[in-house]
């Protein structure tokens, strides 16, 4: 009888020791619990390179942000890596754009057990563009929602109330880091709206596709590019011509070039227009270079708006 109580007791204390096992595991990986006192930070995932600095910013000390799309890679063509898959499972928070600029998104979600993931589509709520809009006919959505200033400032918003509901102990820090960054956006949003209310040209002429259609409706302008949204496609002949017809009519005295694309085009219409070729980066991607020199979404968009200051004619 004695040895029976005894056996007993020790497998209730068993599992007892495996209970609070479980219990330290889960607690140690809550989001701001202080572990040696230091908060576990909150691990954040970002599609692209934008979406990573803005989740960086707000998240400050708090967060540790993770980029998913290596720089130089094409969005629409890329595919996870098993050490992406474990990365999304033990994330707090995925952060990409939707419209259509992730076609694998689904698929990578239902390929990762992690209940307690925030998904955050920063695209959803704003005001999309579609090609309709843009070139007269029925298309796809223009995913490139990070070239309207006040798009970035509303997802900033969304990134402030999403990690607060996961660290509440972090809300005002959230909010603070939103409202400094949201106030370098203002003031170059200014500085956009100041320089290009005052250029001799109005369209942004593309020797690639259709990456600047948010820019271009913020600021009065337009854009004329020789492809659609995707980067895959390839101009027809006459799409060629119309733009190399545009150019020579309207003294059109630059035409842009993307980075991480290829730039043979807009170099072959600016020798047959004497146009000049100037780069214009959508920054989704970083080249390598660019990463390793620590170069900031807004650093880029300062870059493009000399660019377009100089190709457009602005006083």
Known sequence: MRKKTLSDRKNRNLVFLLLLGICLVIVLNIPGFQRNGQPRPLKIVASIFPLKEFASVVSGELGEVDLLIPPGAEIHAWQPRPSDLVKLSSADVFI?????????????????????????????????????????????????????????????????????????????????????????????????????????????????????????RRYGLSQLSLYGLSPDSRPTPRQLIDVIGFIKKNGIKAIFFEVNI?????????????????LLNPGASLPREQKNAGISFLDIMEINLESLKNGLRCR
């Not at 005052?198 to 259609?213: M, P, Q, S, W």
């Not at 290829?262 to 100037?278: D, P």
């Open 96 to 216: 990409y754009i939707g419209a259509d600029l992730e076609p694998w998104v689904d698929d990578i979600l239902r390929s990762i057990d992690n209940k307690a993931l925030r998904v955050v589509e920063a695209s959803q709520g704003l005001t999309l563009i579609s090609e309709e809009e843009e070139e007269g006919h029925h298309g796809a959505i223009d995913p490139h929602i990070w070239l309207d200033f006040g798009n970035n400032q509303k997802i900033i918003e969304r990134l402030a109330e999403t990690f607060s509901s996961i660290v509440p102990g972090g809300k005002e820090l959230f909010r603070e880091n939103a409202f400094v960054y949201k106030q370098k956006l203002h003031a170059l949003d200014e500085k956009y709206r100041n320089t290009l209310d005052r250029c001799d040209h109005k369209t942004i002429v593309l020797g690639g596709h259709a990456a600047f259609g948010y820019l271009a």
């Open 262 to 278: 290829s730039r043979e085009l807009a170099h072959v219409i600016a020798e047959e227009t004497g146009a000049k070729a100037l």
